[in-house]
């Protein structure tokens, strides 16, 4: 029996918040109707049965909850219906197990998916949504995403289903994976950016434009631009991000990213070699 098939906080929530019980008395309950039938029940399976015996409509329930760390969060989209306009975004979590596509609707939801970046989500409260030809884990705004401490998960480099095996896997994929590389030149280069969201500026008659934001103060960013390669090929790969260990030349890095067009976008860098895999050559 997996361990989450003997959770069941959630049923606990759902009584809690229906019916006049303690925990002490639903636990011996849930243990009771258990023990009757241990070959046939998890501890999960027995609490759902005590809160249905307790009238509690455990309906919101059937879809236990998952556990996964955040890998990607796609743009913000507008779903348009006859209520209104929903923003949207297409995410994706990892655990030791899988990796589970979601989709996200409502600001509430998709400031938090923003600002959580490889952080352990719990899901809860989802549905399934049909997307094309994939199922997607559905977060509707009366679900809910809770971020749980870090160790509730190993860290997201010890997640396989994180990784792909390399460059030319990671191209054909759409998604942003975990990838080990050598990088074998490196340039930086400055340039204009928005100071509330980074983008890169466009000069129009002397004023810096932002795409979203309008007419800004700009500020000098570094990009860096990288020659990535293994077994699979050589590919450009550029990296907005600081590089604390400052050049990357000759070292072995593992690394998060996605491939635009056929250009590597870094999103993170995890670990570099301590050592130049090739010196003095
Ligand atoms: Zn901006």
Redesign the pocket.
């Known amino acids: 029996m997996s361990s989450k098939d003997n959770e069941y906080n959630d049923v606990w929530e759902l009584v809690k918040s229906s019916i006049d019980i303690s925990k002490e008395q639903f636990d011996k309950m849930v243990m009771d109707v258990y023990n009757k039938a241990q070959s046939y029940l998890t501890l999960r399976a027995a609490a759902l049965i005590v809160a249905r015996n307790l009238g509690v409509d455990t309906s919101q329930v059937a879809y236990p909850p998952i556990t996964g760390r955040l890998i990607e969060v796609g743009p913000v989209k507008k779903s348009r219906s006859p209520r209104g306009e929903t923003p949207y975004v297409l995410f994706s979590i990892v655990n030791e197990e899988n990796r589970i596509s979601c989709v996200a609707f409502g600001e509430h939801h998709i400031n938090l998916l923003k600002n959580s970046d490889d952080k352990v989500l719990r899901l809860r409260k989802y549905t399934k949504a049909k997307l094309r030809k994939y199922t997607l884990v559905k977060i509707t705004e009366d679900s809910i995403i809770e971020v749980l401490d870090d160790n509730k998960l190993p860290p997201i480099i010890d997640l396989k289903p994180a990784w792909v095996d390399n460059l030319s896997e990671l191209k054909e994929k759409r998604g942003t994976y975990l990838v080990k590389v050598l990088v074998i030149d490196e340039s930086t280069t400055e340039y204009f950016a928005?100071p509330?969201?980074g983008?890169g500026l466009e000069l129009v008659d002397s004023d810096w434009i932002?795409?979203?934001?309008g007419e800004?103060e700009p500020e000098v960013k570094k990009v860096w631009r990288y020659l990535v390669s293994d077994r699979t090929g050589t590919y450009p790969a550029v990296y907005f991000g600081d590089v604390s260990e400052g050049s990357l030349m000759n070292r072995l890095v593992i690394l998060k990213g996605y491939f635009r067009n056929d250009e590597l976008q870094i999103q993170k860098i995890y670990w570099v070699s301590e050592e130049e895999l090739i010196q003095g050559v």
């Open positions: 928005c509330i969201c983008k932002c795409p979203e934001h800004v």
